[in-house]
């Protein structure tokens, strides 16, 4: 990939008739022709490789601790705290209602209600 000299735009392929059709690179902007014809450069290739630590999130424990979920004031049937974190999951069929999860905050117990 080449760039203008003068304005710094991408050059671009285009046939050129003198005398015989051949391809130069010229600017779409500001009309600039290079010099080097197009069919003598040859693409690079570059193979990109991605490591495993780039394409597996990792949620470390004080990541964990954050909580942005609602709350909601519910008795935990473990610890009898009255707070809790609320979500709600699509666990059956679509046609089905969806289940909603709670999470004590006080003791991190997870329970469900099924609607």
């Avoid at 080097?36 to 990109?48: D, G, R, T, Y």
């Avoid at 999130?57 to 809790?84: D, F, H, S, W």
Wanted: charged fraction near 25%; aromatic fraction near 8%; hydrophobic fraction near 25%.
């Amino acid at each position: 990939m080449q760039f203008c000299p003068k304005c710094g735009t991408r050059l671009v392929p285009k046939k050129q008739s003198k005398g015989k059709t051949r391809l130069v690179l010229a600017c779409q902007k500001c009309g600039y022709k290079s010099k080097q014809l197009a069919q003598k450069l040859e693409p690079i290739p570059q193979v990109i490789e991605h490591s495993p630590q780039e394409t597996i999130t990792i949620i470390g424990k004080k990541e964990q601790k954050l909580r942005v979920l609602p709350t909601i004031r519910i008795e935990c049937p473990k610890c009898g705290n009255n707070l809790a974190y609320v979500w709600q999951v699509q666990t059956r069929g679509s046609d089905e209602s969806s289940t909603q999860f709670f999470r004590c905050t006080k003791c991190e117990y997870t329970f469900r209600e099924y609607s």
